[in-house]
């Protein structure tokens, strides 16, 4: 039997948007048998991320493109970078356009060297929105950038 992937799920959230993601997130893996464990980041008891086979790591974006502090916090706690951290994040193109739109997901792929692009959702992803965040899903755990192409058998990270 081939054991199930085990997914760690840790946001920041203040007005749900970004929780509104991560639960699609748990959905859509939880429909392809993934096991899931969830960390509200600011609330949520330490966890050690190095017994999961990805980590989704969700954010929104602050003052002027900023990564709130309780998302550096997390990233101080856990003390190592993660070569299996995926990033997602929820924003607003009012504030700066473009520019600044999700710029806390860009610093966070870029930071853990991702090997998948970041999902980045403008406000609720409830409605049209919310089928980009299942594909992304899809596409971390089936087409990683090491193995992009392979069948949808080929798992991006290995079970331990
Ligand atoms: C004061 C303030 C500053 C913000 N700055 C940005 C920003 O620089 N870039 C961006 O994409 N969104 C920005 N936003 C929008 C939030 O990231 C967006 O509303 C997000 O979905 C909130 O996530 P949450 O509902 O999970 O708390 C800002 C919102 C507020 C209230």
């Known amino acids: 039997m081939v054991p199930k992937l085990r997914v760690l799920i840790a946001y920041l959230t203040y007005s749900g948007n970004t929780q509104e993601v991560a639960t699609i997130i748990q959905d859509e893996l939880h429909a392809n048998e993934v096991e899931t464990a969830v960390h509200r980041i600011g609330i949520d008891p330490p966890v050690d991320p190095s017994s999961y086979d990805i ?3 969700g ?13 550096k916090d997390f990233i101080l706690e856990i003390g ?8 997602f994040g929820t924003g607003d193109t009012q504030f700066g ?14 930071f853990y060297h991702s090997p998948w692009s970041g999902l980045k959702i403008e406000q609720s992803p409830r ?18 950038k090491s193995n992009a192409g392979k069948s949808k058998d080929t798992r991006t990270v290995k079970s331990k």
């Open 97 to 110: 356009g473009d520019d600044l739109f999700c710029r806390a997901v860009d610093k966070l792929v870029k």
């Open 55 to 57: 980590i989704f790591l």
């Open 127 to 144: 409605g049209k929105q919310e089928q980009l965040v299942k594909d992304w899903v899809e596409g971390v755990l089936y087409h990683g």
């Open 59 to 71: 954010t929104f974006t602050w003052d002027m493109g900023s990564t709130p502090e309780e998302v």
């Open 80 to 87: 190592y970078k993660p070569e299996n951290v995926a990033v």
